[in-house]
């Protein structure tokens, strides 16, 4: 629930107040409840607080425990506060009040550096251990919380945010060309493989799910957390599937209402926010308070291009769960004059590094921003939910009718063809060739000389060979081709034990969160509701005929069935994006031109690649290019030319 920062010199170097103060500063743009700051000769813990939780609220940050000699500054809501009552003997009376650092604090005196492993929620947080002189620092399991640090022989320095790194007189600001060659090179949203690195080359990161110690000089990184991927859970029916899913979930969204402050939620005509509303709305019912509800729709002339099964406008299905949910004040924003262009600038400023996310970003940012004008503190979304609560896509449910079929499991498989066919409204004597030809691909004709498509190499060629970046990102799993992956089992896989799927969402989120002042939470993220979805048996699945079928069965009764059963649409946000961005276009396109002419960028991207789309670009934009590769590659080239450009 704050920035926080701080200096820990090894060789016992008293700390300068000016340095102190300059990191301090540096918070000054982020709204504060409260900015307070801990020394003691050799270190010092700074802490910009933005009181979120009602535990928060004058709550001491930094903060020194006498007895123990311990001091903490973090970052931190932390879910699972009845255990940790239970397991560190917590009072009744001190339980309505103990803030959450205080109790990480109790925890590390109980457990030490295992003390990760005790705690769940979001969390970023160092603690100065006096007596063993030490400094001991966690960032929470998906990195919701980012902890940036710069070390050297003589000194440690650690911040929420980059920004006040900068400040100490010993650090340069320098471009660090490992982390941009895995940016151009990854055709995906993930910014980066390498998860202790950063856009700058002094500036490092704690990855998610990692502890940090600073000890005698050294600085020493262990991992805590892995997620587990083995079916165990056995139940009897689907029913107590549907009722063991329904409690966890309800228990993921309750301890992420807490706050003084209002609760939000972004929602879309999907069922992954939609879920996340329905669940929170009745939690929040039982405390007499209301959710504001916060949906994107498309501006006012919006002309729809998309294709049928596309919804670029959802608001009828954000109304039906609105009204059908209850307990909802809900805001519908189209921010108006308003495009990834407009933003790009400012989202720069938040994020501190190049991001993926253009054709999103206005509207995101635009979301936090009318949040926080209701009082918004804790802004819910479903954003994890493809992966959690909602896996089963049509592709599994396909693969699953094709093992149905190879394992001569006929009757099962004839059920699921029904359901199918009466949901689709098909019939068997279609579904049951495809599902044949799925099951032995060999059996049909493929025209083995036909090439997979290839996403267009962005990355300077020479550029690539000098950081071996290729090499690297094959080593850690990633296709640059941009080749897809159609073992959803795989990729569900590598979504939960890669780190670098995690760090993205952290970023922006922590980043997000400070310059609006609340906390952006994610229930569909919560390690136990990730826990339970991965023990399931995947029949769940793709139950009765649907793909998502658990999330489909689990809302029955809590989103009106033109929602919950919908599977022949698909909402997709940011489809006028182009339009909005057409009084800027020819500004848009100079620029690119420019960019091809600067010979710092020549060095790093594939100029001809890229003059030829503007060639493509440069007459009236058509909306379609929106989902096209040659647009993400003009965006995410002119927002890496603007970052650059900050370096001189």
């Known amino acids: 629930m704050s920035a926080i920062t701080g200096i820990y010199h090894t060789h016992q170097e008293t700390i300068p107040s ?11 743009h982020f709204p504060s409840d409260a900015i307070h700051t801990w020394t003691n000769q050799n270190i010092f813990l700074g802490c910009h607080a933005q009181w979120i939780t009602p535990e928060s609220v004058a709550e001491q940050m930094p903060s020194y425990d006498y007895d123990r000699q ?34 990480i604090l109790l925890s590390y005196s109980k457990w030490g550096e295992e003390t990760p492993k005790f705690l769940q929620g979001d969390f970023a947080f160092m603690i100065w251990d006096e007596k063993n002189q030490k400094l001991f620092g966690a960032r929470d399991f998906s990195g919701a919380r980012t902890l940036y640090f710069y070390r050297n022989d003589t000194s440690f320095a650690f911040s929420t945010t980059i920004k006040p790194l900068f400040t100490l007189p010993y ?39 990692h502890n940090i110690t600073v000890s005698k000089g050294k600085v020493s990184f262990s991992r805590y957390c892995t997620i587990e991927f083995e079916e165990k859970l056995k139940l009897h029916s689907n029913e107590e599937y549907e009722e063991a899913f329904r409690d966890v979930f309800q228990k993921a969204v309750n301890v992420r209402l807490r706050t003084h402050g209002e609760v939000g939620s972004q929602l879309s005509g999907g069922l992954d926010s939609g879920s996340v509303v329905s669940f929170a709305a009745r939690g929040l019912k039982v405390q007499n308070k209301q959710l504001h509800t916060f949906s994107y729709t498309p501006i006012k002339d919006y002309e729809d291009w998309t294709p049928k099964h596309y919804i670029s406008d959802e608001s009828t299905f954000i109304k039906d769960t609105v009204n059908y949910v209850g307990n909802i004040s809900d805001n519908y924003l189209s921010f108006k004059g308003k495009s990834p262009l407009t933003e790009l600038e400012e989202l720069l400023d938040i994020m501190e590094m190049p991001y993926k996310f253009f054709e999103n970003s206005f509207w995101q940012k635009g979301i936090n921003e009318a949040a926080r004008l ?41 059920n699921e063809l029904n359901s199918y066919c009466y949901n689709f409204n098909t019939g068997k004597s279609i579904m049951v060739p495809f599902v044949a030809k799925r099951a032995f691909p060999f059996l ?25 970046v290729f090499e690297k990102l094959l080593s850690y799993g ?66 009765s005929g649907f793909e998502r079928s658990l999330i489909r069965r689990v809302t029955k009764g809590k989103l009106p069935d033109k929602v919950r059963l919908n599977q022949t649409s698909r909402g997709v946000q940011g489809a006028d994006v ?12 100079e620029e690119l031109y420019q960019l091809c002419e600067d010979d710092r960028m020549s060095a790093f991207l594939n100029i001809p690649l890229l003059k030829k789309i503007i060639l493509g670009l440069v007459s009236k934009p058509n909306p379609n290019i929106l989902f096209q590769d040659e647009f993400k590659i003009a965006s995410r080239s002119l927002i890496v030319y603007r970052f650059v450009k900050r370096f001189t």
């Not at 001091?71 to 009072?91: C, K, P, S």
């Open 374 to 414: 209701k009082g918004v503190k804790i802004l819910l979304n479903g954003a994890r939910g493809n992966h959690s609560i909602s896996w089963g896509s049509m592709t599994m449910t396909y693969n699953y009718y094709a093992e149905l079929f190879k394992k001569l499991k006929w009757i099962r498989l004839f």
């Open 171 to 209: 650090v340069k600001k320098e471009l660090n060309e490992e982390w941009l060659a895995e940016f151009l090179a990854i055709p995906t949203m993930v910014e980066a493989v390498d998860m202790f690195s950063s856009a700058y080359k002094s500036i490092h990161q704690v990855p998610p799910s």
């Open 478 to 543: 990633i296709d640059a081709t941009g080749g897809m992956n159609n073992d959803p089992f795989k990729v569900r896989r590598d979504h939960f034990s890669k780190l670098y799927t995690w760090n993205k969402t952290g970023t922006i989120e922590t980043k997000l969160s400070l310059k609006y002042s609340l906390w952006n939470r994610d229930p569909t993220n919560d390690i136990n509701v990730i826990r339970f979805c991965l023990s399931l048996p995947k029949e769940q699945y793709v139950n």
């Open 18 to 28: 000016e340095l102190i103060k300059s990191m301090m500063d540096s918070f000054q």
């Open 70 to 103: 311990l001091a903490i500054t973090a970052d931190a809501i932390i879910d699972n506060r009845d255990e940790l009552f239970q397991l560190l003997q917590i009072n009744r009376e001190q339980q309505k009040t103990i803030p959450d650092s205080r109790l």
């Open 578 to 589: 182009i339009q909005r961005m057409a009084p800027s276009w020819e500004s848009f396109i």
């Open 444 to 468: 049909t004709n493929v025209d083995k000389n036909t090439s997979e498509y290839q996403f267009p190499a962005i990355i300077n060629e020479s550029f690539a060979k000098k950081t071996n």
